[in-house]
């Protein structure tokens, strides 16, 4: 018998990070920038749709680091009531780092974002076990 794959198209290269911080967003973005020499900026908000309706919205930030070929992003998880990951639930932010993953130290970058005051936490994710993983495809 023949096995026939879908190809959902979704990109898997990518690392993804948890924080788990009570800051606003263009806060933890600004922090980020501060302590890690990033230059975060505001990039359109991930927009959830319920039909033709809006039923979500979360702030989203975006770097580009040019000279280790990496895109870094900074995404709202959890807003009051409103969270985009369910799996999540205790995450108030994702950072998504694509591109030039080789030359990327996962260490050096948690051991930074831990030395921020405001942050409780981070957290290495694995994104493929995560059934909501098509909100990180951007």
Same mark, same amino acid.
């Given at each position: 018998?023949?096995?026939?794959f ?5 990109d ?23 302590? #890690?020499?990033?230059? =975060? /900026?505001?990039? $359109?908000? %991930?927009?959830i749709?319920? *039909?033709?309706?809006?039923q ?12 280790n ?12 009531s409103?969270? #985009?990951?369910?799996? =999540? /639930?205790?995450? $108030?932010? %994702?950072i998504?780092?694509? *591109? ?35 909100? =990180?495809?951007?």
């Amino acid at each position: 018998m023949k096995k026939i794959f879908l190809d959902t198209g979704y990109d898997d290269d990518f690392l993804l990070f948890g924080i788990v911080s009570q800051e606003k967003p263009h806060r933890m973005a600004w922090l980020i920038n501060k302590h #890690l020499g990033y230059n =975060l /900026r505001s990039d $359109d908000d %991930l927009t959830i749709y319920s *039909g033709e309706e809006i039923q979500q919205l979360h702030h989203r930030y975006f770097y580009e680091d040019e000279i280790n070929h990496l895109s870094i992003y900074l995404l709202q998880n959890r807003d009051d009531s409103l969270i #985009l990951m369910h799996e =999540l /639930r205790n995450i $108030d932010y %994702l950072i998504i780092i694509k *591109g030039g993953l080789e030359f990327f130290e996962k260490t050096t970058f948690t051991r930074h974002i831990q030395s921020i005051p405001e942050v409780q936490l981070i957290s290495a994710l694995h994104h493929k076990q995560l059934k909501q993983r098509q909100y =990180l495809n951007f």
